[in-house]
């Protein structure tokens, strides 16, 4: 295991089993803004909501979640801010594992934000890379906007035995590809909100 020290913005991480994890990436404030944000523009433009139970024949056994790309929202200092967090955090993880820094990669423009029900999840093992249209994601990272009791809605982790536990304005950063299947798990009292993408190669 590799640790950080506190650095900049008080981020600490820990990178474990090519899974970087970085508290207080961004700030439990500008979570509940999102999470504001958020609610407000699903509340007025129900049509651009994506319903992730039509993904799998078991509908929502196998995936029940909302989401929505934060380029839609209006408020654009929001982009600035998660932004901001990834450029710090992949930085941080290129330093450990440094034949990133190699790569030509960039991250993706499209920035997806996405509210999980009680009952709901990600429930399906999956990695980032299973599709023909996948294929140019490097890594994956989540941002979890709202804390989460014990023993719910974890990104778990199939082969490193790894569940990461959601909490407000932690980033989670890990290898798109086969060797990081995952799952989100279901969540039953809360609500569950967070910010996710991929960092793609650079054509």
Known sequence: MDQLGDGVFGLTAVQENFIGIYENAISKDKCNEIINCMEMHMASNPTEIRNGTGQFDKKDIGRKDYQIFAQKLSNNSILKDIGHA?????NAYADIFFTLKNL???RSEEIKLQKTPPKGGYHVWHCETDSKDTGDRVLAWTIYLNDIPDGEGETEFLWQ???VKPKAGTLCLFPASFTHVHRGNPVYSCDKYIATGWF????
Request: aromatic content about 6%; charged content about 15%.
């Open 86 to 90: 990834l450029d710090v955090c992949v």
């Open 161 to 163: 035995g790894v569940r």
């Open 200 to 203: 793609t190669f650079n054509a």
């Open 104 to 106: 030509s990669h960039i």
